[in-house]
């Protein structure tokens, strides 16, 4: 009965993207860009800001590997003339080296071809999706933001999305973690029982680079090792809306 209440009191929560904007995406701190070209910091570089070495200087220019950058937000405290955030959760790419901000020369080109690939490969997939999550080394903070797809806010089940407890049914792999050494076998019988098709997304900076934890004796420095990639989320932890914004890429619901 209390939920019977609820209901009525708060109303539909559900967001309405993509539909429609949502406020709380939108001001979401999404990623960290460069505002200035000063390499220098007390004598020190400002990569050496970075604790997951995602800050570089290209030719005098600051970049920002959104794929490495855990969000932690130091490089914005002490240097907010040179970093600031970009609020947003539309993050999601379809190459590792659009996550580069600004982007690096000839990306548009490449993720343009890309895209048309995608397109072609998931037409057929736009209505009725199937998921299936895989931890490949994941601290379990992704865990839970994936989880809240499921929660009444997001509802990804409203737009046809369906998470499956066998690759056998799947239509996306949705990985999350480091690539773990163990993991290497497990991935790769799940990329083999998953009908085609297939898209794969590397959801984390985790499963981008391999975050903190990467390079070491126990990981591969990212899932990109041990399978090919089509879409990348960046973020420690992703977004929900983040997450959702990457699986409607790469179904070919959000064409940019």
Not at 21 to 34: E, H, L, M, R, S
Not at 160 to 166: K, L, M, N, R, V
């Amino acid at each position: 009965m209390p939920w019977v209440l609820r209901g009525l009191r708060d109303g539909v929560v559900t967001t309405s993207y993509p539909r429609r904007a949502d406020p709380y995406a939108d001001g979401f701190p999404g990623t960290v860009k460069p505002l200035g070209h000063d390499p220098i910091l007390d004598g020190r570089t400002v990569e050496d800001l970075c604790p997951t070495g995602a800050i570089r200087t290209d030719g005098g220019m600051l970049r920002v590997d959104s794929g490495r950058c855990i969000l932690c937000g130091r490089c914005v405290v002490q240097r907010p003339d040179l970093f600031g955030w970009t609020p947003g959760s539309e993050t999601a790419r379809l190459t590792r080296d659009a996550l580069v901000v600004p982007e690096l020369p000839d990306t548009d080109d490449a993720v343009e071809q890309l895209r048309a690939e995608l397109a072609a490969r998931t037409r057929m997939l736009r209505r009725s999706v199937h998921v299936r999550h895989v931890d490949a080394g994941s601290d379990g903070s992704e865990e839970w933001e994936v989880l809240a797809l499921l929660n009444p806010v997001y509802d990804v089940h409203r737009l046809g999305i369906f998470f499956t407890a066998s690759p056998r049914h799947a239509d996306v792999l949705l990985v999350t973690g480091a690539g773990s050494h163990g993991m290497t076998e497990p991935l790769r019988r799940t990329l083999e029982a998953t009908p085609r098709p297939v898209v794969v997304i590397a959801a984390g900076v985790d499963a981008a680079s391999g975050g903190l934890v990467a390079p070491g004796y126990a990981v591969a420095g990212g899932i990109a090792t041990l399978l090919d990639v089509d879409v990348w989320v960046p973020g420690a932890p992703p977004s929900p809306f983040s997450l959702l914004h990457a699986l409607l890429l790469a179904t070919g619901r959000i064409q940019r």
